[in-house]
C-alpha cells in the first residue's frame, strides 16, 4: 500500500472538510512542529498532468515552506471550484474557463495563475480517419459534452476555420462516457482535453490517435491552474505566496525531469494510471506550459482572450478586467 508522510493525515483532512476548511479564515490547521496542514484537491482523479505536484512533493519543496501537503483527487473542475468557494479544501486545480464563470456566479474565487497557457481544448479521433484539418470533419459525427467550454466554442472555432457548423453532426455525450463513445464508433471524434484523453484511449483501444488542437486553429482558452478562496489571500497571503512559490518549482523541476515526476507520481498517488499511459500524459502536457517565463505567470492579453472568448461563446455574464477573476501578484515572474 503506497503511504506518504501526509497519507496519516487522512483522516484529520476529512475533518477539516467536513467543518469548513480554513473555517478560522486562514487555511489549515498547524502541526506541532510549526508546519502547516494544507489541501490541494485537483481537477479529477491523478492522471499525468497533476506529476509535478507529486514530483515538488517527494523533493521536499512544500515541506521546506512549511507546508504539510495533501493531495485529494477531484470530480471535475466545478466540484474543485465549489469545494475552494466553501472552504473545504485550502487550494483546487482547476480549468480557468469554469473559474470563469463560477466567479461571474458570485463564488468567491480567484486564479493565482493558469499553469496551461496554451489550453488542451481539441477535437480527438483515430488516425484511421484521416483528418488533417478541420475542414476534413465536414459530414463526421462528433461527441461533446453540453455546458463546457469545448461544446460551447466549438462551432465559432469551425467557423473560424471556414466550415459551417451544419456541417458537421454534433452527438451530446455524457463526459463520463465520451471515450466509449469514440472506442465504440458511435462518433467519429470527441471534443476533449488530449493530453489526459488521448492516452487513454490508445491504452483501451490499441489504436493509435490524432487531434486537432483549437489553440492551433486560432482560439486558445487558457488551461488548469492554481485557484484559492478570496480569504484565504486576505487573511493568509503568506501561505498563499509559499504555496505559490513550492508550486512553481514543482514545476518548473518537473519539466526539467519527467522521468522523476512520473516515478514520483507512481510512488505517492492512488489510483494512477499505468506508467506508460502516464508518462505519454505528462509529455503531451510539458509543451503547453508557458516558454516566456516561469510556471503559472500569465498576461493580462492571455486572461483578456479568454474572457472576450467565453463571453462571446459560452455565456460568461458581464464580463469584467482579468483581475475580477485572477490575482496575479503570487506567482514569481522569475
Same mark, same amino acid.
Given at each position: 500500500m503506497k503511504r506518504t508522510a501526509t497519507t496519516i493525515l487522512a483522516t484529520a483532512a476529512l475533518l477539516l472538510a467536513a467543518t469548513g476548511c480554513g473555517g478560522d479564515d486562514s487555511a489549515g490547521s498547524t502541526n506541532a512542529d510549526g508546519s502547516k496542514q494544507v489541501t490541494l484537491t485537483l481537477n479529477w482523479v491523478p492522471y499525468g498532468e497533476h506529476a509535478p505536484f507529486y514530483y515538488g512533493l517527494q523533493k521536499g519543496y512544500y515541506s521546506a515552506e512549511g507546508i504539510d501537503l495533501k493531495i485529494l483527487p477531484g470530480n471535475g473542475s466545478g466540484n474543485t471550484v465549489k469545494q475552494v468557494a466553501q472552504k473545504q479544501t485550502d487550494f483546487g486545480w482547476a480549468d480557468s474557463p469554469v473559474l470563469l464563470k463560477s466567479v461571474a456566479s458570485g463564488m468567491p474565487v480567484r486564479s493565482l495563475g493558469a499553469y496551461l497557457e496554451k489550453g488542451p481544448s481539441s477535437v480527438e479521433f483515430f488516425t484511421e480517419e484521416n483528418i488533417k484539418t478541420p475542414a476534413d470533419l465536414k459530414g463526421k459525427t462528433v461527441g461533446g459534452t453540453p455546458g463546457d467550454a469545448l461544446y460551447a466554442t466549438f462551432p465559432a472555432w469551425l467557423e473560424k476555420n471556414g466550415v459551417k457548423? !451544419?456541417?458537421?453532426?454534433?452527438?451530446?455525450?455524457?463526459?463520463?462516457?465520451?471515450?466509449?463513445?469514440?472506442?465504440?464508433?458511435?462518433?467519429?471524434?470527441?471534443?476533449?482535453?488530449?493530453? !489526459?484523453?488521448?492516452?487513454?484511449?490508445?491504452?483501451?483501444?490499441?489504436?493509435?490517435?490524432?487531434?486537432?488542437?483549437?489553440?492551433?486553429?486560432?482560439?486558445?482558452?487558457?488551461g488548469t491552474g492554481l485557484i484559492a478562496n478570496t480569504q484565504t489571500l486576505q487573511k493568509d497571503p503568506e501561505l498563499v505566496r509559499k504555496f505559490v512559490r513550492a508550486t512553481q518549482k514543482s514545476w518548473a523541476d518537473a519539466a526539467r525531469d519527467?522521468?522523476?515526476?512520473?516515478?514520483?507520481?507512481?510512488?505517492?498517488?492512488e489510483n494512477e494510471p499505468a506508467p506508460e499511459v502516464l508518462t505519454k500524459q505528462l509529455t503531451l502536457?510539458?509543451?503547453?506550459?508557458?516558454?516566456?517565463?516561469?510556471?503559472?505567470?500569465n498576461t493580462e492579453a492571455q486572461w483578456t482572450e479568454t474572457i472576450e472568448l467565453m463571453s462571446r461563446y459560452a455565456e460568461l455574464k458581464d464580463p469584467g478586467a482579468p483581475n475580477a477573476y485572477w490575482d496575479s501578484s503570487y506567482a514569481a515572474q522569475g
Amino acid at each position: 500500500m503506497k503511504r506518504t508522510a501526509t497519507t496519516i493525515l487522512a483522516t484529520a483532512a476529512l475533518l477539516l472538510a467536513a467543518t469548513g476548511c480554513g473555517g478560522d479564515d486562514s487555511a489549515g490547521s498547524t502541526n506541532a512542529d510549526g508546519s502547516k496542514q494544507v489541501t490541494l484537491t485537483l481537477n479529477w482523479v491523478p492522471y499525468g498532468e497533476h506529476a509535478p505536484f507529486y514530483y515538488g512533493l517527494q523533493k521536499g519543496y512544500y515541506s521546506a515552506e512549511g507546508i504539510d501537503l495533501k493531495i485529494l483527487p477531484g470530480n471535475g473542475s466545478g466540484n474543485t471550484v465549489k469545494q475552494v468557494a466553501q472552504k473545504q479544501t485550502d487550494f483546487g486545480w482547476a480549468d480557468s474557463p469554469v473559474l470563469l464563470k463560477s466567479v461571474a456566479s458570485g463564488m468567491p474565487v480567484r486564479s493565482l495563475g493558469a499553469y496551461l497557457e496554451k489550453g488542451p481544448s481539441s477535437v480527438e479521433f483515430f488516425t484511421e480517419e484521416n483528418i488533417k484539418t478541420p475542414a476534413d470533419l465536414k459530414g463526421k459525427t462528433v461527441g461533446g459534452t453540453p455546458g463546457d467550454a469545448l461544446y460551447a466554442t466549438f462551432p465559432a472555432w469551425l467557423e473560424k476555420n471556414g466550415v459551417k457548423k !451544419d456541417d458537421v453532426k454534433v452527438v451530446n455525450v455524457d463526459a463520463a462516457g465520451k471515450i466509449a463513445a469514440l472506442a465504440e464508433g458511435k462518433v467519429d471524434a470527441i471534443m476533449g482535453f488530449f493530453h !489526459d484523453q488521448a492516452p487513454t484511449i490508445e491504452s483501451k483501444t490499441g489504436k493509435k490517435v490524432d487531434v486537432l488542437l483549437f489553440a492551433d486553429y486560432g482560439m486558445n482558452l487558457l488551461g488548469t491552474g492554481l485557484i484559492a478562496n478570496t480569504q484565504t489571500l486576505q487573511k493568509d497571503p503568506e501561505l498563499v505566496r509559499k504555496f505559490v512559490r513550492a508550486t512553481q518549482k514543482s514545476w518548473a523541476d518537473a519539466a526539467r525531469d519527467p522521468a522523476g515526476a512520473v516515478s514520483a507520481m507512481a510512488a505517492l498517488a492512488e489510483n494512477e494510471p499505468a506508467p506508460e499511459v502516464l508518462t505519454k500524459q505528462l509529455t503531451l502536457n510539458l509543451p503547453l506550459i508557458g516558454a516566456d517565463g516561469p510556471p503559472g505567470v500569465n498576461t493580462e492579453a492571455q486572461w483578456t482572450e479568454t474572457i472576450e472568448l467565453m463571453s462571446r461563446y459560452a455565456e460568461l455574464k458581464d464580463p469584467g478586467a482579468p483581475n475580477a477573476y485572477w490575482d496575479s501578484s503570487y506567482a514569481a515572474q522569475g
